[in-house]
């Protein structure tokens, strides 16, 4: 089992910056890939970034290419998102998500072992 607690959620300016964290606990988390997914208000939920169960490789939705980074710290269990240059369309719940023994890219469309509860970002224009 691995539990998956997100916060740094808040309200930003378009142009912003917010930095999202995903606390794990669970002895299985190190073999975990991490998701970051998001659901927008009457939407259904998006893949945004994922990073490998050592943090080598990550990938990206298009939608935050470039504008969002994903990183983790194992001996922290925890892994962060970076977002900056926030748009209005980037606010939605943001969710954490864990899967064992698969690819950074492999998040991004396979159902996830693991969620955390949301956190929600806003983005006022």
């Known amino acids: 089992q691995v539990q998956l607690v997100e916060s740094g959620g808040g309200l930003v300016q378009a142009g912003g910056s917010l930095v999202l964290s995903c606390a794990a606990s669970?002895?299985?988390?190190?073999?975990?890939?991490v998701g970051w997914f998001r659901q927008a208000p009457g939407k259904g939920r998006e893949f945004a970034a994922a990073?490998?169960?050592?943090?080598?490789?990550?990938y990206y939705a298009d939608s935050v290419k470039g504008r969002f980074t994903v990183s983790r710290d194992n001996a922290k269990n925890t892994v962060y998102l970076q977002m900056n240059s926030l748009k209005p369309e980037d606010t939605a719940v943001y969710y954490c998500?864990?899967?064992?023994?698969?690819?950074?890219?492999?998040?991004?469309?396979?159902?996830?072992?693991?969620w955390g509860q949301g956190t929600q970002v806003t983005v006022s224009s």
């Open positions: 669970g002895r299985t988390f190190s073999n975990c890939a």
């Open positions: 998500a864990c899967r064992i023994y698969t690819s950074a890219t492999n998040m991004a469309r396979t159902e996830p072992d693991f």
């Open positions: 990073i490998s169960e050592s943090g080598d490789s990550t």
